[in-house]
């Protein structure tokens, strides 16, 4: 019975350990630094710009009938900004 409960800490630690990023990041998520108003609207820019460039490339290899519904209305949205 301890050599099975001794198996399982050690089991739990490792997996502990190989998820540590994970880990950090779900419960301790890192905090956006935006000091000012630009570096906000700069930021917000580039994550449109990364979906826009997601979207179009998910386009890229089959034409518009490659994205559901949902990606085309998300696409006409972030075009209209």
């Not at 998820?19 to 990041?25: D, E, F, T, Y």
């Not at 570096?39 to 994205?67: A, P, T, V």
Request: glycine share 4%; charged share 35%.
């Amino acid at each position: 019975m301890n050599g099975v409960l001794i198996l399982g800490i050690i089991v739990a630690v490792v997996l502990l350990f190989v998820n540590r990023a994970w880990i950090k990041n779900r419960f301790f998520p890192d905090q956006h630094k935006n000091y000012t108003i630009d570096d906000q609207f700069n930021s917000d820019k580039r994550e449109r710009e990364k979906e826009i460039d997601r979207l179009l490339s998910k386009m890229g290899k089959n034409g518009i009938s490659d994205l559901s519904a949902k990606d085309r209305k998300r696409l006409d949205e972030l075009s209209k900004m």
